[in-house]
């Protein structure tokens, strides 16, 4: 069964350096997206990309991230200069097409920003 | 803002009983509903969905209800086996956009 794959299962980094999160979405989907949880809380939606665009991105998405679908299978979220606010799991997920159809989620990334 | 709440954080129900979990919405502008599962250490997996021009979709041993004009909705699982011991969210989105808002989740433990 096609899966959403998602590098590296863990990631620890120094606050203010950059990190990449990678995502390997199925294969025949067109739409991605990020999302977050931070422990103990609820899962939070960061944005959302489309036809080499992004298509929603909530207020948690600032200048600091960014997203790329650099060739025709990873998508990447990067994250210019961390915060120790940005610890949380991050999720990647596709659809095959817009509203209306299931998301599908990769297993996450743990972010830890010391 | 909790444009979902899941009030009951956690629930326990025997083996072979229906496992009833609850959501609440606020907002008046979602209009497609989707449950999911996790497991620890795990992305949250797909369980069903309802459009808001429904109010029942089925799928198995789950049932998902909705109840537009209470702005609630409710996951029944008959039933209820100690593999679907795991973490149950509640998710919406609304007719602006593709964004997923979801819940704090529901702990549901079956025991044997």
């Known amino acids: 069964e096609p899966e959403v794959t998602q590098t590296p299962s863990h990631q620890v980094t120094q606050m203010g350096q950059e990190v990449i999160l990678r995502c390997v979405p199925i294969?025949?989907?067109?739409?991605f997206y990020w999302y977050r949880q931070i422990l103990g809380q609820k899962v939070e939606f960061l944005v959302s990309f489309y036809n080499n665009e992004i298509s929603e991105k909530s207020e948690i998405f600032d200048d600091q991230f960014s997203v790329e679908r650099p060739d025709g299978s990873n998508f990447t979220l990067k994250i210019r200069s961390t915060k120790l606010e940005d610890s949380a799991m991050y999720f990647c997920?596709?659809?095959?097409?817009?509203?209306?159809?299931?998301?599908?989620f990769g297993p996450g990334t743990r972010l830890t920003v010391l | 803002d909790q444009q979902v709440k899941q009030n009951s954080p956690s629930l326990s129900v025997q083996e072979g009983r229906i496992s009833i979990l609850n959501c609440d919405y606020t907002?008046?502008?979602?209009?497609?509903f989707l449950w999911y599962k996790k497991y620890p250490a795990e992305g949250p997996t797909f369980l069903i969905s309802i459009s808001s021009i429904k109010d029942k979709n089925e799928d198995g041993r789950f049932t998902v209800f909705l109840n537009k004009s209470a702005k609630h909705l409710s996951l029944h699982i008959v039933p209820s086996q100690p593999g679907d011991s795991a973490v149950y969210f509640c998710?919406?989105?609304?007719?602006?956009?593709?964004?997923?808002?979801f819940g704090k989740g529901t702990s549901l433990l079956v025991t044997p």
């Open positions: 997920a596709s659809s095959d097409a817009g509203r209306f159809n299931e998301q599908f």
């Open positions: 998710a919406a989105s609304a007719n602006s956009g593709y964004a997923l808002n």
């Open positions: 907002n008046s502008m979602f209009d497609y």
């Open positions: 294969s025949n989907h067109l739409y």
